[in-house]
């Protein structure tokens, strides 16, 4: 193994998680390809092959969407989200691509203090090798458990 592409990586996970957790929007979008896939879904649904998913978003532009949405028309209890990620296990390297997964975990916060375990899972990633770096071309989200508490605002 490439030890220096696992460094990449394995940076670029952590990168991830700490945009999403301060609310770096665009820093979060732009780790993504033009064309790319982005979903939450049930274990369940995955392993089953089956298409439904808690969010699915198709383009750089409808996760941008996304954003507007969670910044100026979403209203909803305010709350911080935590990741722990663990170290990526990466699958296969085809050229430019790496397909990649890694186990996660994330915490909410809300205003009282309280936080509580939100969601847990793993990513499932196809990330492209290009010249501005690694980029996002799929990151699927599955979540362990058979719902989300309350409602999915943010990006996971």
Same mark, same amino acid.
């Given at each position: 193994?490439?030890?220096?592409?696992?460094?990449?990586?394995?940076?670029?996970?952590?990168?991830?998680?700490?945009?999403? !957790?301060?609310?770096?929007? *665009?820093?979060? /979008?732009?780790? %993504?390809?033009?064309?790319?896939?982005?979903?939450? &879904?049930?274990?369940?649904?995955?392993?089953?092959?089956?298409?439904?998913?808690?969010?699915?978003?198709?383009?750089?532009?409808?996760?941008?969407?996304?954003?507007?949405?969670?910044?100026?028309?979403?209203?909803?209890?305010?709350?911080?989200?935590?990741?722990?990620?663990?170290?990526?296990?990466?699958?296969?390297?085809?050229? !430019?691509?790496?397909?990649? *997964?890694?186990? /996660?975990?994330? %915490?909410?916060?809300?205003?009282?203090?309280?936080? &509580?375990?939100?969601?847990?899972?793993?990513?499932?990633?196809?990330?492209?090798?290009?010249?501005?770096?690694?980029?996002?071309?799929?990151?699927?989200?599955?979540?362990?458990?058979?719902?989300?508490?309350?409602?999915?605002?943010?990006?996971?």
């Amino acid at each position: 193994m490439d030890m220096q592409l696992y460094l990449q990586v394995n940076q670029f996970y952590q990168d991830y998680a700490a945009a999403v !957790d301060a609310e770096q929007w *665009e820093n979060w /979008y732009e780790m %993504f390809i033009d064309d790319c896939l982005y979903r939450v &879904q049930s274990r369940e649904n995955y392993d089953q092959g089956l298409p439904l998913a808690a969010l699915s978003l198709d383009s750089k532009g409808m996760l941008k969407d996304r954003i507007y949405g969670i910044t100026e028309t979403i209203f909803h209890d305010p709350y911080y989200q935590r990741h722990l990620v663990s170290a990526p296990r990466i699958l296969t390297v085809d050229n !430019d691509l790496v397909e990649s *997964e890694a186990s /996660y975990a994330v %915490f909410r916060t809300k205003s009282d203090g309280v936080s &509580q375990v939100f969601n847990v899972g793993r990513y499932i990633d196809r990330l492209r090798q290009t010249p501005d770096g690694l980029k996002l071309e799929s990151r699927i989200c599955v979540f362990d458990s058979e719902m989300i508490l309350n409602s999915l605002i943010y990006p996971i």
